[in-house]
T-cell receptor, first 113, second 112 residues
């Protein structure tokens, strides 16, 4: 089945630093999404990308849909303590009766004040 | 607007006991999903439903059953709980249009 490789698995950074994480797949997706999970909560959608090459920002977050449709990256600029959590990438191919998201295993971000 | 609500939030079961986890969504979404999350394993799909009265197996369906009798509810059942089912369970829902999922806040289940 389809699998996503998300890296890095974990990051320990200083407050104010920029963060970069990425996701790659052996197969193409129609949609790439990035989620954040705060401790003790469910994942929450941060950014959705629908077209190859698309670059989308949400505040300090920027994500891109790779031109090959097999990868995506997420950047966080000037990190703050509340950025702590697990970030998941997800790929989706919708249509027909399917449409299930395929999730990466997550990047755990820790921020030192 | 509550979104996706999961009950209970926490539960401890003894091996062999049964229980049902309830998921309710108020967004009129067609699709609903049950995932389990374990350390280092990410989110793994247990079962899903593409509409009222329909269910399908996901990646890790063994030991679980589901039912979708009403569009807004998706139930996950454990008939005979095992310690390997200790996990955090998340329900999610989505519309047909490929706009990603809305997740509940999870149920932390411990089987002793």
């Amino acid at each position: 089945g389809q699998q996503l490789n998300q890296s890095p698995q974990s990051m320990f950074i200083q407050e104010g630093e920029d963060v970069s994480m990425n996701c790659t797949s052996s197969s193409i997706f129609n949609t790439w999404l990035w989620y954040k999970q705060d401790p003790g909560e469910g994942p929450v959608l941060l950014i959705a990308l629908y077209k190859a090459g698309e670059l989308t920002s949400n505040g300090r977050l920027t994500a891109q849909f790779g031109i090959t449709r097999k990868d995506s990256f997420l950047n966080i600029s000037a990190s703050i303590p509340s950025d702590v959590g697990i970030y998941f990438c997800a790929g989706q191919n919708y249509g027909g009766s399917q449409g299930n998201l395929i999730f990466g295993k997550g990047t755990k971000l820790s921020v030192k004040p | 607007n509550a979104g996706v609500t999961q009950t209970p939030k926490f539960r401890v079961l003894k091996t062999g006991q049964s229980m049902t986890l309830l998921c309710a969504q108020d967004m009129n979404h067609e699709y609903m999903y049950w995932y389990r999350q374990d350390p280092g394993m990410g989110l793994r799909l247990i079962h899903y439903s593409v509409g009222e009265g329909t269910t399908a197996k996901g990646e890790v369906p063994d030991g679980y059953n589901v039912s979708r009798l009403k569009k807004q509810n998706f139930l996950l059942g454990l008939e005979s709980a095992a310690p390997s089912q200790t996990s955090v369970y998340f329900c999610a829902s989505s519309s047909r249009g490929g706009n990603g999922y809305t997740f509940g806040s999870g149920t932390r289940l411990t089987v002793v």
